[in-house]
């Protein structure tokens, strides 16, 4: 019941019906916060960081990064009030920052907080800090501004294939239907940089586990969410290559046999252009690049694969594949939701990858 309530105001929320405005607030001594982050601290660390810009009229300077310990993430909020020589809004904050430690022993708080609170917004992007903190990860940054540095990771989503931007109306309307979802991860690297580094499994509201490197590919190959990912193979006629894959359409059935549900049919169409390698397309035999198409097909299905037995293997439905077939034959939704476990997944997998003209970068 609490779930359903929750969803439903969660619906509302995203239409814009929230029945209530924040107050008008004066922008002269206002410090802008566009970084919130959370960790475990006692039992809450509540970690912000204004931009450079720190009022919207008002001078250029470092990013203020200010952490406390509270009781709750309000209450931390409220506290570090007190740390700011103004007042700090909320308003125009651009990412939520949970550190690997608070996500495994839940994300509900600190995302239903950005759901209750007035001044903050369900299109906040949302990410994971692997193996570190938000605390950290938001501190490294300082110097360089990590809301810029997590903007323009998400302006580049697109030319990301292993990590793209997901906000906390997306992620918690997802684990309120079916208890899973998906989020970014972020890692500090050695320089003190924030980079994409695959994405988070949230399952019953904790993390359960991370998809990286081909099994991330996998899930925007799931979405048909493929920009600019190469792709190079081995080819006996046109030796090495590599291919840009540029669109792509995915397709989830839920099969029977009879009553029987029986597994999941995934029919994967994706459109790329030559790179590298080889002459030019055009001078390609169709036999050619019916062998480069047929060395990506096996690509694509071992990626789909590696992002399928993530559900398999956390026994989780982190994709919606559920819904998706669902959607796909409704008359189907009963039985399907009955025997549907993702612990038992198993699925049958058809690739069609058409290489249609030589990659030109003017």
């Avoid at 009022?55 to 709750?72: H, I, K, N």
């Avoid at 994971?128 to 989503?157: C, H, K, N, Q």
């Avoid at 899973?180 to 994405?199: F, H, I, M, N």
Wanted: hydrophobic content about 45%; glycine content about 12%.
């Amino acid at each position: 019941m609490k779930k359903t309530a929750a969803a439903i105001l969660l619906a509302l929320c995203l239409s814009g019906c929230t029945g209530e405005l924040p107050r008008a607030r004066e922008i002269e001594g206002m410090d802008l916060v566009r970084t919130v982050g959370v960790d475990q601290g006692a039992p809450v660390r509540v970690t912000v960081s204004t931009g450079r810009e720190r009022q919207s009229g008002g001078t250029d300077g470092p990013a203020l990064v200010l952490t406390q310990d509270a009781e709750s993430i309000s209450g931390a909020c409220l506290a570090i009030q007190g740390q700011s020589g103004a007042n700090l809004f909320y308003g125009h904050v651009e990412q939520l920052l949970l550190g690997e430690a608070q996500a495994r022993q839940g994300v509900y708080a600190a995302l239903e907080y950005v759901l209750d609170d007035i001044e903050m917004r369900l299109d906040t992007d949302f990410y994971l800090v692997a193996g570190g903190t938000a605390e950290a990860a938001i501190s490294a940054g300082a110097e360089e501004e990590p809301a810029a540095r997590l903007e323009a990771m998400a302006a580049d989503g697109g030319l990301r294939s292993w990590c793209a931007p997901r906000t906390v109306g997306a992620v918690l309307e997802e684990l309120l239907e079916s208890g899973c979802s998906y989020a970014p991860a972020v890692v500090k690297t050695g320089d003190g940089q924030l980079e994409g580094w695959g994405y988070g499994l949230l399952r019953d509201g904790r993390l359960v586990g991370w998809a990286d490197s081909e099994a991330a590919r996998g899930i925007h190959l799931l979405n048909g969410a493929v920009e600019a990912d190469l792709v190079t193979v081995e080819t006996e006629a046109m030796g090495t290559v590599t291919v840009r894959l540029v669109g792509g359409t995915t397709r989830i059935r839920a099969s029977f046999d009879g009553d029987t549900f029986t597994g999941l049919s995934i029919d994967c169409r994706v459109e790329a252009n030559l790179a590298e390698g080889g002459a030019r397309l055009d001078q390609e035999s169709p036999a050619d690049t019916a062998e480069a198409a047929a060395a990506v097909e096996a690509v694509v299905r071992a990626r789909l694969g590696a992002a399928l037995s993530l559900c398999r293997t956390y026994e989780g439905d982190f994709f919606q594949l559920a819904r998706r077939a669902g959607m796909a034959a409704p008359w189907r939704w009963e039985s399907l939701e009955a025997q549907w476990d993702p612990s038992a997944l198993v699925w049958t997998t058809s690739v069609t990858v058409e290489i249609l003209r030589g990659y030109d970068a003017s």
